[in-house]
């Protein structure tokens, strides 16, 4: 077996480029491999943070939601007592217009003695009795 050394050189240069290609293949390798470790531990923080954000808006959400509530609450409450307070409106209309017609019916029944009083100067006395009986 005859080994030519013309052949043998080209062989190992060929081994040495192929080594070094594998060198920087195996480094490009290592540095992918690093990255890979970076963004998990970037994905592993904002994780953690997506947790926390999420917690917070659950507490949000409990709270919102307790307000909300409250606020159904106080508007029945409102709803009630703005009904209550247009049956008392009603009410006071309906005493006002009563007062008034109780006012004004003495007062119609004077006014017309009044007038036959000045219409009739001989019979004074008569109806001066009856409107001070009208007016007790």
Do not use: W
Not at 18 to 38: D, G, T
Not at 39 to 51: A, G, Y
Not at 86 to 94: C, G, H, I, T
Not at 99 to 125: C, D, F
């Amino acid at each position: 077996m005859e080994i030519k050394t013309g052949e043998l050189l080209t062989k190992t240069e060929d081994l040495i480029e192929a080594n070094e290609s594998l060198r920087l293949s195996n480094i490009k390798v290592k540095e992918n491999i690093e990255e890979m470790k970076n963004t998990r531990k970037d994905l592993t923080e904002t994780e953690k943070e997506l947790i926390i954000a999420n917690t917070d808006l659950a507490e949000a959400n409990h709270k919102l939601s307790t307000i909300n509530h409250e606020m159904i609450k106080i508007t029945s409450e409102l709803a009630t007592a703005n009904e209550e307070i247009r049956q008392q409106a009603l009410r006071q209309k309906e005493f006002m217009d009563i007062a008034a017609h109780e006012l004004r019916t003495p007062a119609q029944s004077i006014l017309g003695y009044s007038e036959m009083i000045l219409s009739e100067p001989a019979n004074n006395a008569k109806y001066i009795k009856v409107i001070a009986r009208n007016a007790n």
